[in-house]
């Protein structure tokens, strides 16, 4: 599982991108979230999530809200 930060929200469009603690940048779509809407999701909060590699770059998907310590 990597961890990152969403640094951009798309709400119109359906989607965002999350920046890794790897240091790269990672598209996800809102079909790719578990237990949390689309929604619902803040600028900034912490994810966690896998990534498989596309055509167009790195994908996020089993992305769910990372529990706070």
Same mark, same amino acid.
């Given at each position: 599982?990597?961890?990152?930060?969403?640094?951009?929200?798309?709400?119109?469009?359906?989607?965002?991108?999350?920046?890794?603690? +790897?240091?790269? &940048?990672? *598209?996800?779509?809102?079909? !790719?979230?578990? %237990?949390?809407?689309?929604?619902?999701?803040?600028? +900034?909060?912490? &994810?966690? *999530?896998?990534?498989?590699? !596309?055509?167009? %770059?790195?994908?996020?998907?089993?992305?769910?809200?990372?529990?706070?310590?």
């Amino acid at each position: 599982m990597h961890k990152g930060k969403i640094n951009k929200i798309v709400r119109d469009r359906g989607f965002g991108f999350i920046d890794d603690t +790897d240091g790269r &940048v990672v *598209f996800f779509h809102q079909s !790719s979230l578990v %237990g949390t809407k689309f929604d619902a999701l803040r600028g +900034d909060e912490t &994810v966690e *999530f896998e990534v498989e590699n !596309s055509d167009k %770059g790195p994908c996020a998907y089993n992305v769910n809200i990372a529990p706070e310590l």
